[in-house]
């Protein structure tokens, strides 16, 4: 599309956002993703124009007032997981979507590993772990490592290594994204060969009805996380128009938030771990219903709510 007409179809909607102020989440959500959405497609086609500088401007008005509004309403808390994090996950559904590719890959690797060398496991999970689940399972309980601690002392412990693991994924990435590459190697390396285990002891369906209670939630923010680091390092390797280092305060501080954002996740997810995984007698209708549950809120967090808070309302009909 030539410049020109690039402008006229749009000049009516930037000039209502910039004339026509809002404090309303929804609006201001909208306003940004359309704002971004244009601006990348000028910075493609007309990066050195007059059109390409203003949408710049226009857009980081816009997040200055979403991110820097500090006339702070008394239901900023609640704000921040009902539209600014949704927002955050449909701006970056990229790097989003990498992390999940990147940990899905590595997992497969883990497990392919784990099947064509038996010494991988115990490589990768250590000797005393892998003696002990065989003992469990001789004992006809294999979970039994999920019934040792007390579980408000193992919920701390859990939640908070959680916490730690998820924000080194999230710092790592200040290593132009190799490093949460690298912590997404590990954890998906280990998961792979972790379940791979189970399955190669008939346990496969079992220990997904076990150990997934909990690790739905865990898993995918561990993802989450990775993705966190991902926006940090590309905004130092993709400054696009702005200053390396502005682009690296908006990355840290978008992907800040992002893992600040999966605290409450992290903590719900062990003490599933310390409270209910250790009930391994638990009915199969139980259990499966608490893992679809946690997926389910997964993908509607993550993917669907975010994409409908998008709902563009200002959008011009740019085929006619």
Known sequence: ???????????????????????????????????????????????????????????????????????????????????????????????????????????????????????????????????????????????????????FFMWLTIGGNNIFVALRTFVCGIFASVGTVYMLFVNGIMLGSFQYFFFSKNLGLASVLVIWVHGTLEISSIVIAGAAGLILGNSILFPKTFSRMESLKRGAKDGMKIAIGLV??????????????????????????????????IIWYVILYPKKLYKPKYHHNETT
Not at 43 to 58: E, H, I, V, W
Not at 97 to 111: P, V
Not at 283 to 295: F, N
């Open 1 to 151: 599309m030539r410049e020109p007409l690039f402008v006229k179809q749009n000049t009516a909607k930037w000039k209502s956002f910039e004339n026509e102020p809002s404090n309303d989440p929804d609006v201001l959500a909208d306003r940004f993703i359309q704002i971004t959405d244009d601006l990348a497609f000028a910075k493609t086609f007309y990066p050195d124009s007059k059109t390409t500088a203003y949408l710049n401007s226009l857009a980081a008005g816009l997040h200055q007032s979403i991110y820097k509004n500090k006339t702070e309403k008394s239901n900023r808390f609640i704000s921040f997981w009902q539209y600014e994090l949704p927002l955050i996950f449909y701006t970056y559904r990229r790097q989003l979507l990498y992390a999940f590719l990147f940990f899905l890959t590595f997992s497969l690797m883990g497990a392919l590993s784990a099947k064509y060398d038996q010494s991988f496991v115990r490589i990768i999970l250590g000797d005393a772990y892998v003696d002990m689940t065989e003992a469990n399972i001789a004992k006809n309980d294999p979970f039994a490592v999920y019934k040792q601690q007390n579980e």
């Open 264 to 297: 409450p996740i992290f903590i719900v997810a062990a003490f599933l771990e310390s409270f209910i995984t250790r009930r391994t007698e638990m009915p199969i209708w139980l259990s499966a219903s608490i893992l679809t549950a946690s997926l389910i809120f």
